[in-house]
DNA sequence: GGGCCCTAAATTTTT
DNA sequence: TTTAGGGCCC
């Protein structure tokens, strides 16, 4: 120990070894960051603070795990596990279990996650204050309450509050403010929290609890932030109060990649951190160790068109590497394979693994194409984001079984399991508890249980089956507390009837929900064992397991078998993250940025920053593509490139042949609008078409050991070529080939199939 | 109450 | 293209 303190440069070392008062890092992109976090800890550790005593909060569950095993290796095991390291979601989340009676909450609240608070929220517009849901979307009532929330709004300061009560009248949607305050009733009577919740009753906790607050002042003794940028006011809160008495706070991130903007996140945070704690000491870490020049210098020429940041000089010292390469396809399909033929030939090439690779795509919807192509191509992949596996309905019908077990006020997971398996317990049943329950005050579960003593008007054969409902649910209730998680699922999963719903058909869908549950089951396992391992006996639960698995997303699932493979993901969930080479797709005008964000010139910005979050998690090469036409809702559509791709320095780009973007021919076609450009698509397909047929089928490779330089070859590709050079010799002998259509190339002979033309 | 068929909407990003 | 929800009939 104490050595790691070499490995660092001087402003890294500078910003580790600032201990007492406030401190703001601003890192830029590949600066060494996490590294700086990690040293941070355990030097903080050699300095005599405990693991208890350290506070340290990341972006993901994952980045945590990651840092944790980090820390561990230079400070031991032992130490590191006992860290307060998690997200600001898992960390308060513990905490308000343990506080949770102080704000009348249960220790067993359940959180939702956005598909129960939309249900909810939509349920509220329609059944209870008879409003339109197409008019009163869900999804937007939904995001303007979440940002109240993070904003820490409350229902009554958002009634109170004449410029957001103009903005919601002038928008024609007045009643926002009702359908917020019932949503938080009816979360509350549920024993229910949002994701926001978490943070929103933290706060809440701390301001009318000054004994519960000081108890974790004195507790947290040094407190971290990592991408401090994308923190909201909520969060910020928190940190403020935390460390209030002792100033001991450092604070980590980079402005020029905040992109949270939509989830209430504050650059703000970060700006006026310097203002709000007195005496902040400000490090630069400027030096970028992951990526090549060239393509540091593109992202901070790209960044260099944003207005209002903070003054910094991010620079490499690595090779000077080579530029970004732009290419244009006719389709989205063909971008697709395109970009699985490169990664194909990058890795015939050698020198890279399928790890080396990632595809980042501005929304998720955009994966398919990859997949595709990777598939047919047999390249091995991991997608990331999309619908996770906690998203899947079986799984969730099963964790809400879990759920109501746990806490039987959970009215959104008793709706959802009702009448799943078949129970004749149809809609208007459901709806008559319901009502019920929302007059009362009572849960819906006890409701079930007696509905005649309630006036809850259904006929005979429907109470009874409520009641047997409630009944069976009463036994999971008993038997949850004390049974390992792995044994109650199993006793779920028969007493409740899914498995004889799954065992009774074998189509393929039902196949695979029945390895959902078996994979479920697994998870379960693994967690009893993890438990067991770390000596937490009492913690083996289905209650113990619900805790965690809220707040998981599918990033954290990495297995960590899925090794050597593609990643593919949003530019949004590659933050903080690096590969050696990267594909940025879908670079069209309307997509990246997005279609929403031309309005507003904040958002424009903050789609560019994201853009410069895409490109700095190249290390060696980067690749740009955009399409000509796009499927998209089953038709296909014609797309313009993005306008970002003009806002990198033309000096650091390179567009292969003679289609460069930026030729007066592109410009001109670019503005000739859409119709023209559809005849032309059409025409241009059929040339495509020809193209890649042009090789005849009876190509035949020539003997690789006899390729010389200086000699005519075809490819299977490429097309014509000169041998340039030769190198090595057998397995890695390589040529350096000048081919016509595509420009200069490096192939590994033992691969490239070449036949000598002359 | 349950099953079938039709229509409309969805794709911004996530703890 | 896929999926959720509403209407209709048994």
Redesign the pocket.
């Known amino acids: 120990m104490g050595s790691y303190l070499e490995q660092l440069n001087p402003s890294q070392r500078a910003a580790v070894e600032h201990v007492e008062g406030p401190s703001l890092v601003i890192a830029g992109a590949g600066s060494g960051k996490t590294r700086v976090l990690t040293y941070k800890v355990a030097y903080l550790m050699e300095q005599g603070f405990s693991p208890y005593s350290i506070l340290a909060l990341t972006f993901?569950n994952k980045a945590a795990k990651e840092m944790k095993e980090r820390i561990g290796r230079v400070t031991g095991e032992h130490a590191s596990r006992h860290l307060w390291m998690g997200?600001f979601?898992?960390i308060f989340s513990r905490i308000l279990r343990a506080e949770a009676a102080a704000i009348g909450f249960p220790s067993t609240f359940t959180i939702y996650d956005?598909a129960d608070s939309k249900s909810l929220i939509n349920n509220i517009i329609?059944n209870e204050l008879n409003l339109d849901n197409?008019h009163y979307?869900p999804r937007s009532v939904q995001a303007r309450i979440s940002l109240a929330k993070n904003s820490l709004v409350t229902p009554s300061a958002y009634a109170q509050d004449e410029k957001i009560l103009m903005r919601d009248k002038s928008q024609r949607l007045p009643h926002i403010k009702e359908i917020y305050s019932i949503y938080v009733k009816r979360c509350k009577a549920a024993g229910a929290m949002d994701?926001d919740d978490l943070l929103l009753y933290t706060n809440i906790l701390f301001r009318d609890h000054p004994e519960i607050l000081q108890k974790y002042q004195d507790m947290f003794r040094f407190i971290l932030v990592d991408e401090y940028q994308d923190t909201n006011y909520a969060q910020f809160l928190i940190v403020r109060q935390l460390a209030k008495a002792h100033g001991r706070v450092a604070v980590v991130g980079d402005d020029a990649q905040s992109i949270y903007s939509?989830?209430g996140a504050r650059l703000d945070n970060m700006l006026q951190f310097p203002k709000i704690f007195e005496n902040t000491k400000i490090y630069k870490l400027e030096q970028n160790y992951r990526s090549t020049q060239n393509i540091v210098k593109a992202a901070n020429s790209l960044i260099a068109k944003n207005k209002g940041q903070f003054e910094k000089n991010t620079f490499s010292e690595n090779a000077p590497g080579d530029p970004i390469i732009i290419s244009n396809y006719y389709s989205d399909q063909e971008e697709g394979y395109s970009v699985a033929r490169s990664i194909s030939d990058l890795i015939m090439r050698g020198g890279n693994d399928y790890s080396d690779f990632a595809i980042l795509y501005r929304?998720?919807?955009q994966s398919r194409n990859f997949e595709e192509a990777l598939r047919k191509l047999n390249i091995p992949y991991k997608i990331y984001?999309g619908l996770s596996f906690y998203q899947r309905k079986e799984i969730k019908d099963l964790l809400a079984y879990f759920r109501i077990s746990s806490n039987s006020r959970d009215n959104e997971a008793l709706k959802r399991i009702i009448?799943f398996p078949?129970?004749?317990?149809?809609?208007?049943?459901v709806s008559k508890v319901e009502t019920v329950s929302n007059l009362s005050g009572e849960a819906m579960l006890d409701i079930c249980r007696k509905p005649l003593e309630f006036n809850c008007e259904v006929n005979a054969g429907?109470a009874k089956k409520l009641s047997t409902f409630a009944e069976l649910i009463d036994k999971f209730q008993e038997e949850i507390n004390t049974k390992p998680a792995h044994e109650m699922a199993e006793i779920i999963l028969k007493e409740s009837g899914i498995l004889k719903e799954f065992s009774d058909q074998n189509d393929i869908e039902n196949i695979s929900r029945k390895d959902n549950i078996q994979e479920m089951l697994n998870a379960l396992s693994i967690f009893e064992e993890g438990r067991k391992k770390e000596n937490d006996l009492d913690t083996v639960t289905l209650l113990h397991f619900l805790e965690e698995v809220s707040?998981l997303?599918d990033?954290d699932q990495d297995n960590g078998e899925d090794t050597n493979k593609v990643t593919l993901m949003?530019v949004?969930?590659s933050k903080g993250l690096e590969f050696k080479n990267v594909f940025i797709v879908g670079m069209e005008k309307e997509l990246f940025p997005?279609s929403?964000?031309v309005e507003s010139p904040s958002q424009y910005e903050e789609e560019r920053r994201l853009f410069y979050v895409a490109i700095t998690r190249a290390e060696e090469k980067c690749f740009l593509s955009y399409a000509k036409s796009r499927y998209?809702?089953?038709k296909a559509n014609i797309c313009a490139p993005s306008p970002f791709l003009r806002d990198i320095d033309n000096q650091y780009v390179r567009a292969p042949g003679d289609v460069s973007f930026r030729t007066k021919k592109t410009i001109q076609r670019e503005q000739n609008g859409p119709g023209n450009d559809a005849q032309k698509l059409a025409a241009l397909r059929t040339q495509q078409a020809r193209r890649q047929n042009s090789v005849s089928p009876d190509f035949k490779p020539s003997d690789p050991n006899s390729i010389t330089a200086g000699m005519q070859v075809e490819h299977a590709r490429f097309g014509m070529g000169k041998v340039l050079s030769m190198e090595g010799s057998g397995e890695s002998a390589k040529a350096v080939i000048f081919f016509q259509k595509e420009g200069q190339k490096n192939l590994l002979l033992k691969f490239a199939k070449l036949r000598i033309v002359q």
Do not use: E, I
């Not at 078949?422 to 049943?429: A, E, F, T, V």
């Open positions: 993901t997200t979601h898992s956005s329609k197409k979307k994701f939509f989830r929304t998720n919807s984001g009448n078949k129970r004749g317990l149809g809609q208007s049943s429907t707040l997303t990033q949003t949004h969930a997005s929403q964000s998209q809702w089953g």
